[in-house]
């Protein structure tokens, strides 16, 4: 019996994309079944956010356990802190060219692009120590990045001003108490 390249085509494709599928199959229950866990430990973490964040990071990364998981929960963190970051420029150029900058407001984002990049540096501090499997040190690079992100909130609060990064500032906080517990769940 002679095959020909067509005949054996479809069997081969099949045979390259199997393991694929079943891949996101398992890494899509390794998400719900981590989100479930979270959200229920963790009262300011809603499954929706957290599934949907990191089943949109699985078609990014590959991470076939919780190790690596835990590692693009990192990832994303930071990726949301440095989007921030860039938005406190953005933010602060169209006020400028609009003239609706307000000195207080534009004093508080001055501190935020500060407390942004010292979480960014305590972020990749954090990423390094993850690869090390230092689970104590990720912890507390972590906490501390988060702590940066609070007390730029508070500044605004302080004051009585509307801060324009709350919506942001809730988003890195769900994605670094994911990160988190995630690392718990390993250590």
Avoid at 1 to 18: A, D, E, H, K, V
Avoid at 27 to 50: A, E, H, M, P
Avoid at 153 to 178: C, D, M
Wanted: one cysteine or more; hydrophobic letters at 35%.
């Amino acid at each position: 019996m002679r095959f020909s390249f067509f005949s054996l085509f479809p069997i081969s494709l099949f045979l390259l994309l199997f393991p694929l599928t079943f891949h996101g199959a398992t890494g899509n229950k390794l998400i719900r079944d981590t989100c479930k866990l979270i959200s229920q430990d963790t009262s300011n973490v809603k499954y929706d956010f957290c599934k949907t964040s990191l089943q949109a990071a699985w078609e990014r990364y590959y991470y076939p356990n919780l190790e690596a998981l835990g590692s693009v929960s990192l990832t994303l963190v930071k990726n949301s802190v440095t989007d921030t970051r860039s938005y406190i420029i953005e933010y602060q150029i169209k006020a400028w060219k609009n003239n609706s900058s307000q000195p207080h407001v534009r004093t508080r984002l001055q501190d935020c692009f500060k407390l942004h990049s010292d979480a960014i540096d305590d972020l990749e501090k954090a990423a390094k120590s993850y690869k090390s499997q230092k689970y104590t040190e990720v912890r507390e690079e972590a906490t501390t990045a988060l702590g940066f992100l609070t007390t730029c909130e508070e500044r605004f609060k302080n004051r009585g001003l509307v801060s324009p990064l709350t919506k942001r500032y809730k988003k890195a906080v769900q994605l670094t108490a994911i990160a988190l517990h995630i690392l718990s769940m390993l250590h």
